[in-house]
């Protein structure tokens, strides 16, 4: 089997000559978070008819017809979506997580919000 | 709160299997750990688009090139979720990007290696992304909430490419002669660099044991290596191809494949940067990074311009 020749393309995808790029030095500007940086987008997909917006990721974008395209393009190759919300992050307000216990406790001892608290007689059936 | 109590709640959150999310505190090296790793994992699948995109124009058929667009188009989606994950943590994303260019950050140094023939696109495929995907399936469950959601994003995309590699090897593997003697001569040049792909061996591995007390990982180098071994020996029957290891062979005793040992010293040589390809894929990056600086710009100033006529009028 090894007696065939195999044809390797050596353009394109060409190993290094002279192997080792360790002296390979960044000609790109140095990163700044300056004006010049797109701002981050929150994405929100429904993926069917019927059901709320969700989480999906978030991206870059200069403005928010590129952030929708961007995110159909990233986030709904697969038909994951029929409907997208797009919210640029610094409008997100959120609840602080070191509040989250003092925040959250008033509902801990209320279980008879919950219907299962109320017992009753069997032939009531379904209710 | 003192910071030992801070870190202790912090622990007893992990140990009861709770996500962090991202304004919680946690310890400083979690925070600086999980940046590296999830921008390097960025890094990989955008340098990965590199040997593969290269391949796009000689594609066998339309069929293959469809799915090599794809395919290409999935990792740089995959690298855009994770350096979003990233992010999470306080680094932008173009301090990572201006990292990866300098040749400061790393990432996966399997790319460094050329792709000469199209049955490369297959091995890569089943042996590259399979490898990735143990680790991957993995991370599904990492203990930092943005990562573990990239993570299950990208496994439900990561199968096909998989799937699609192993089967375009396939039908190498029924073609001509030729076809036959390039299969398997692409399954000898990245079968050890895939078992390199899961990093030096618990022994010497500096970050496993923290990494796994908090739950980034969840099982170690060597672990997932071996099952990769033990998925691929089982795999390659039906190819009817060879691994080119002499010391393959199943161990009926610990019910998993024994394997030789892998080429330690080449490992690290190409983790510093003298692999066949490092600079190419560098230089690659820095060109796109650069020649693209415009768009970036023009999109800004586009956008500028909207915002602006729509407050004037």
């Known amino acids: 089997m090894n007696t065939y020749f195999i044809k390797k393309f050596l353009y394109g995808d060409i190993p290094e000559v002279t192997a080792g790029a360790s002296d390979v030095k960044n000609t790109a500007a140095p990163a700044t978070e300056s004006k010049d940086t797109w701002p981050l987008w929150e994405v929100f997909i429904r993926s069917k008819q019927g059901l709320d917006h969700k989480h999906a990721g978030s991206l870059h974008a200069a ?42 406790t008033p509902a801990e001892d209320k279980v008879y919000r919950h219907p299962t608290f109320y017992d009753l007689p069997d032939e009531v059936k379904h209710m | 709160m003192p910071i030992e109590d801070l870190e202790k709640a912090f622990q007893n959150k992990i140990d009861n299997e709770i996500k962090i999310e991202p304004r919680d505190w946690m310890p400083e090296a979690y925070r600086k750990t999980n940046t590296r790793q999830i921008s390097q994992h960025a890094h990989s699948e955008v340098v990965g688009m590199l040997p593969e995109s290269n391949w796009i124009s000689r594609a066998p058929s339309l069929k293959r090139k469809a799915i090599l667009i794809a395919k290409v188009q999935d990792e740089g989606g995959h690298g855009l979720y994770l350096y979003a994950a990233a992010e999470t943590l306080g680094t932008g994303r173009e301090q990572m990007i201006d990292d990866l260019n300098s040749g400061k950050a790393k990432y996966s140094s399997i790319f460094n290696y050329p792709t000469l023939t199209w049955a490369d696109m297959g091995a890569v495929g089943w042996l590259v992304d399979g490898a990735a995907i143990l680790n991957q399936v993995m991370l599904c469950r990492t203990s930092y909430g943005p990562y573990a959601r990239a993570m299950v994003r990208i496994c439900k995309e990561e199968s096909f490419h998989q799937r699609q590699g192993f089967e375009s090897l396939l039908v190498l593997s029924k073609g001509t002669d030729e076809q036959k003697a390039m299969c398997q001569d692409a399954i000898n040049r990245w079968w050890w660099p895939s078992l390199m792909m899961f990093g030096p061996k618990d022994s010497e591995s500096t970050n ?96 500028e311009k909207k915002k602006n006529k729509q407050t004037a009028a």
């Open chain 2, 208 to 303: 496993s044991d923290q990494s796994m007390k908090w739950k980034i990982k969840r099982k170690t180098n060597d672990e997932l290596r071996q099952n990769f071994v033990d998925m691929i020996a089982e795999q390659i029957k039906l190819l009817g191809m060879k691994l080119p290891d002499p010391d393959l062979k199943w161990n009926e005793e610990k019910k998993h494949y024994d394997y030789g040992e892998i080429n330690w010293e080449e490992f690290w040589s190409v983790v510093k940067g003298n692999g066949p390809c490092n600079r190419q894929r560098l230089d690659a990056r820095n060109k796109a990074h650069n020649e693209g600086a415009w768009v970036r710009e023009a999109a800004i100033a586009y956008a």
């Open chain 1, 63 to 104: 403005d928010a017809t590129m952030a929708i395209e961007n995110a159909r393009d990233v986030y709904t190759r697969r038909q994951e979506g029929v409907s997208l919300w797009v919210v640029e992050s610094k409008y997100i307000h959120a609840s602080n997580p070191d509040d989250a216990e003092s925040f959250y």
